[in-house]
């Protein structure tokens, strides 16, 4: 068992998620759309980082199955991005030579996921008419770095502007 504060700082350091903030709320779990397909709750992975539970949280196929599709980052009160958290958990797992505990056709759906219902997402989100979709393409710069919250716009004009054309 890892020490809570080594596993907790790693992912601070790598991330700058200090999920020791985390309360507990339970907010980014409301709104995950893999929520139902988890061992673990994102927030229970959390809480075992926290207790020093390390291989429960490094073994569970959570980890694996989140789509980073920042649901969680948008309704936790605290403003942490635990699609982030598990991403670095997922790589100290696999340094220590954890594997997956899904099928590859279930990593291939992680990727996936996050294009499945676009359009409705992005109506959701109150983002733009498709009409705007090819400005706000000829408006991004192919030198700028999306910051957290743009990768979802960006990625939806990538995939809806061809279909626009």
């Given amino acids: 068992m890892e ?39 994102p927030a229970q992975i959390v809480q075992a980082v926290q207790f020093g539970e390390s291989d429960l949280a490094l073994e569970s196929r959570t980890l694996w199955l989140c789509a980073s599709c920042q649901t969680c980052a948008t309704a936790c009160p605290n403003g942490l991005d635990l699609a982030l958290a598990m991403d670095s958990l997922a790589g100290v797992a696999r340094e220590r030579g954890i594997r997956p505990k899904v099928s590859e056709a279930g990593l291939r759906h992680k990727v996936f996921l996050p294009a499945i219902d676009l359009p409705t997402r992005i109506r959701e989100l109150g983002l733009m008419p498709s009409g705007e979709v090819e400005t706000l393409r000829r408006n991004v710069s192919t030198d700028h770095r999306p910051g957290p919250g743009e990768f979802l716009v960006l990625a939806a004009v990538a995939v809806l502007a061809p279909l626009m054309a």
């Fill in 3 to 41: 020490s809570s504060t080594n596993l907790a700082q790693r992912i601070q350091m790598e991330t700058g998620q200090d999920v020791r903030a985390c309360q507990q709320s339970a907010a980014c779990i409301a709104g995950c759309p893999l929520a139902g397909y988890f061992d673990w709750t």
